[in-house]
């Protein structure tokens, strides 16, 4: 087969790829030469990678300065002087009325959800000792009259020791869950009104008959007052003076013997500000 126009000769082929190879020594070789001597250092030092330096000079790290520590003064003296002792008053002239006793006038029918507690151990006091209950009761008059009801929210036992020349005040609660002799379980500031209608001396004597059952504390006499008569001992005494700060708004009857239940018998009381 002949070799057309376009297909190169063998010879001219290894021609170039001789000139091609030489070529290549050659740039070889002028670059060795160029970096071996001086100009080459300069060369090789352009195509070195950089190196960063730091231009700021590097400051001491802040040291922080110790917490304030206070230093303890001295310890306040009290400038106020303490009162001498109270003189107790004479020795009380209560005599004993006679040995209260138990009265349990019937048993109560039915199913109770809290059984019925024995009477408490009867508590043996010193012979010159007498037992008065201090009853404080939130009834009024109107009260009385119209037959509301009312609670006995302060229940307080003096025990008056002649001879030893000393009161003991012993405060019941309130609230305190007792068995109401011959009725059922209850408060005992209940029993005043419960033994009002039935029981042989009213209220009050049922609420000792009350606390001889549920303490064992023998009662021989008692004192009860309501608000009106607590308003009344305080202004015998002398009265209290009362700073008002701020002004208080009440609902007020606008005589005491009219009628409470009428809406138009009340107007709004204003206590201005001062000592009253």
Same mark, same amino acid.
């Given at each position: 087969?002949?070799?057309?126009?376009?297909?190169?000769?063998?010879?001219?082929?290894?021609?170039?790829?001789?000139?091609?190879?030489?070529?290549?020594?050659?740039?070889?070789?002028?670059? =060795?030469?160029? *970096?071996?001597?001086? &100009?080459?250092?300069? !060369?090789?030092?352009?195509?070195?990678?950089?190196?960063?330096?730091?231009?700021?000079?590097?400051?001491?790290?802040?040291?922080?300065?110790? @917490?304030?520590?206070?230093?303890?003064?001295?310890?306040? %003296?009290?400038?106020?002087?303490?009162?001498?002792? @109270?003189?107790?008053?004479?020795?009380?002239?209560?005599?004993?009325?006679?040995?209260?006793? +138990? =009265?349990?006038?019937?048993?109560?029918?039915?199913? @109770?959800?809290?059984?019925?507690?024995?009477?408490?151990? &009867?508590?043996?006091?010193? /012979?010159?000792?007498?037992?008065?209950?201090?009853?404080?009761?939130?009834?009024?008059?109107?009260?009385?009259?119209?037959?509301?009801?009312?609670?006995?929210?302060?229940?307080?036992?003096?025990?008056? $020791?002649?001879?030893?020349? #000393?009161?003991?005040?012993?405060?019941?609660?309130?609230? +305190?869950?007792?068995?109401?002799?011959?009725?059922?379980?209850?408060?005992? $500031?209940?029993?005043?009104?419960?033994?009002?209608?039935?029981?042989?001396?009213?209220?009050?004597? #049922? *609420?000792?008959?009350? !606390?001889?059952?549920? @303490?064992?504390?023998?009662?021989?006499?008692?004192?009860?007052? $309501?608000?009106?008569?607590?308003?009344?001992?305080?202004? %015998?005494?002398?009265?209290?003076?009362?700073?008002?700060?701020?002004?208080?708004?009440? =609902? &007020? +009857? /606008?005589?005491?013997?009219?009628?409470?239940?009428?809406?138009? $018998? =009340?107007?709004?009381?204003?206590?201005?500000?001062?000592? !009253?």
């Amino acid at each position: 087969m002949l070799p057309s126009a376009h297909t190169p000769e063998p010879k001219r082929i290894r021609r170039i790829i001789a000139a091609v190879v030489a070529a290549a020594v050659v740039f070889t070789a002028i670059v =060795w030469l160029a *970096l071996s001597g001086p &100009r080459g250092e300069a !060369i090789a030092h352009l195509f070195a990678s950089p190196t960063l330096t730091s231009s700021r000079t590097p400051t001491p790290s802040i040291t922080p300065s110790p @917490l304030y520590s206070p230093t303890p003064g001295p310890s306040p %003296t009290p400038s106020v002087t303490p009162s001498a002792s @109270l003189t107790p008053s004479a020795t009380p002239t209560a005599k004993r009325k006679g040995e209260p006793t +138990l =009265w349990i006038p019937f048993t109560p029918t039915g199913t @109770l959800i809290t059984p019925i507690p024995p009477p408490a151990a &009867r508590y043996q006091f010193d /012979k010159g000792v007498v037992n008065i209950l201090l009853l404080g009761s939130d009834i009024g008059r109107h009260d009385i009259q119209a037959g509301a009801g009312y609670q006995t929210d302060t229940i307080i036992v003096a025990s008056v $020791n002649k001879d030893a020349g #000393y009161v003991t005040l012993l405060s019941i609660p309130r609230d +305190l869950y007792v068995y109401l002799p011959g009725v059922k379980m209850g408060r005992i $500031n209940t029993a005043d009104l419960v033994g009002k209608p039935f029981f042989p001396g009213g209220g009050p004597a #049922y *609420l000792e008959e009350t !606390i001889l059952y549920n @303490l064992g504390i023998p009662v021989d006499y008692y004192a009860r007052i $309501n608000f009106d008569a607590f308003k009344e001992i305080v202004d %015998t005494l002398g009265g209290i003076d009362v700073p008002v700060s701020c002004a208080i708004q009440d =609902w &007020r +009857l /606008k005589s005491p013997e009219l009628d409470p239940q009428n809406a138009d $018998n =009340w107007y709004l009381f204003t206590q201005a500000t001062g000592l !009253i």
